[in-house]
């Protein structure tokens, strides 16, 4: 197990009582996460954004993922 | 540090938040692959779905980039594998690029256009490299669905101590009292153990999808049990319209 073990620390009671309305999948937040990461990128209005807000609030794999997509294009904007 | 990744979102997203970054010259993002490899009005529909030369150097060119997402994907998780050389990092992100294009290839019929076929096909390499990594960085570890939950509550002060612990045991009897046994063992496994939804999906043969879903029911019926307990407030919306 991890170093957790079970413990209902404050971030963890924050995770449990989310508010993760609208639903939106992890499937779904794949298909938009192009387009978000670019409206980030461009400083503009994304798809769906509170939609996307919402769930990589409560799903820290997207969130990992829409994050690194988003570095990676300010990367390839920067060379 | 346990291999929970990054701590759920403070930093935002969202559009204007970034820090000067801007929109470049469409050609100065183009990769030193083959010279035209990240340009912008490139056919890449048109030659992928060609045949012959033109269709082998956009797959070439197109594995380069998938490299080169699932090379950035790994050195941002570096840190959840310590042991890992870098010649086998090196295979993991081409071994990983090699998997996505399986799975971009067979998803170009749902390539909208809505963003730069680039950027749609970097996500492919990112989900699968960031799949692989959470994979072993979790292989050696035994994950036993759990029901226990400790109510040690970690505050900053004295003063909000009681507050902390008062909302605490109230989601512990939410969990107990509104949730169903298998809700309760993948909210703990993923929100509070820290597993990561992709590998949790892959040890229970489940699907990620399906977890989140839990999750979300599950979320939705711990808020629930609260506002009706007094401990949030009510009218918030919570449940949709079920
Ligand atoms: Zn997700």
């Given at each position: 197990m991890t170093s957790h073990q079970g413990r209902l620390s404050r971030d963890v009671v924050e995770s449990l009582t989310l508010d993760?309305?609208?639903?939106?999948?992890?499937?779904?937040?794949f298909d938009l996460m192009?387009?978000?990461?670019?409206?980030?990128?461009?400083g503009t209005e994304p798809?769906?954004?509170?939609?996307?807000?919402?769930?990589?609030?409560?799903?820290?794999?997207?969130?990992?993922?829409?994050?690194?997509?988003?570095?990676?294009l300010q990367q390839d904007s920067a060379d | 540090?346990?291999?929970?990744?990054?701590?759920?979102?403070?930093?935002?997203?969202?559009?204007?938040?970034?820090?000067?970054?801007?929109t470049s010259d469409p050609d100065s993002s183009t990769t030193s692959i083959s010279g035209r490899a990240g340009s912008l009005d490139r056919d890449w529909l048109g030659e992928?779905?060609?045949?012959?030369?033109?269709?082998?150097?956009?797959?070439?060119?197109?594995?380069?980039?998938?490299?080169?997402?699932a090379r950035h994907q790994v050195a941002r998780?570096?840190?959840?594998l310590p042991r890992l050389g870098a010649v086998e990092a090196d295979e993991l992100a081409n071994a990983a690029a090699d998997e996505a294009l399986v799975h971009l290839l067979g998803r170009l019929s749902t390539f909208e256009g809505r963003a730069r076929f680039t950027t749609w096909a970097y996500k492919f390499a990112i989900l699968q490299t960031a799949n692989e990594v959470r994979r072993r960085a979790w292989a050696s570890t035994e994950i036993a669905l759990s029901d226990h939950l400790d109510l040690a509550v970690e505050v900053d002060g004295?003063?909000?101590?009681?507050?902390?612990?008062?909302?605490a045991h109230a989601v512990a009897a939410a969990m107990t009292e509104a949730l169903t046994t298998y809700q309760r063992r993948i909210a703990i496994a993923l929100l509070v153990e820290g597993v990561p939804v992709d590998v949790l999906a892959e040890r229970l043969g489940t699907t990620r999808g399906a977890l989140y879903k839990t999750l979300h029911v599950a979320r939705s019926r711990i808020r629930a049990h609260l506002v009706a307990a007094g401990h949030l407030p009510a009218g918030i919306?919570?449940?949709?319209?079920a």
């Open positions: 993760t309305e609208p639903w939106l999948s992890c499937e779904e937040c192009d387009s978000y990461a670019e409206a980030v990128v461009a798809r769906r954004r509170h939609d996307m807000e919402v769930h990589l609030r409560a799903c820290p794999a997207c969130f990992q993922e829409v994050e690194s997509l988003v570095a990676l | 540090m346990s291999a929970r990744g990054p701590e759920p979102v403070s930093v935002a997203l969202a559009a204007g938040t970034t820090s000067g970054a801007t992928l779905t060609s045949s012959g030369a033109a269709r082998e150097t956009a797959l070439r060119d197109l594995h380069v980039l998938l490299v080169k997402a998780m570096r840190g959840l004295p003063e909000s101590r009681a507050e902390a612990n008062e909302l919306p919570f449940g949709g319209t």
